[in-house]
């Protein structure tokens, strides 16, 4: 958060989604970021990036109807390494 404003980028953080199975409201989850209102941001701090932190995050974009998502792990020696772009398709 300290550095999305020190560097002027608007963000929204903590945004709560709904949750829905076949159309019914089952609760809530919430992003860690939306940046920009186009960018779902997703922080994690684990060992290994699992497929159910991805999915998380494809369930994130499709909830906010936006596309573009970064997963981002902490947990690892140089940041970059901990970086994973997703991607969801409208199909």
């Known amino acids: ?38 960018l779902v941001v997703e922080l994690k701090a684990v060992e290994t990036l699992l497929p159910i932190h991805k999915a998380q995050v494809l369930s994130y974009l499709k909830a ?3 596309r573009l998502g970064l997963l981002i792990n902490f947990n690892v020696p140089v940041l970059m390494r901990g970086v994973q772009r997703v991607i969801h398709s409208n199909d």
Request: charged share 20%; proline share 10%; hydrophobic share 40%.
């Open 1 to 38: 958060m300290i550095e999305l404003t020190l560097q002027k980028i608007p963000f929204m953080s903590q945004i709560p989604v709904p949750v829905h199975y076949k159309d019914h409201p089952v609760g809530e989850a919430r992003l860690d970021f939306m940046v920009n209102n186009e």
């Open 64 to 66: 906010t109807q936006r």
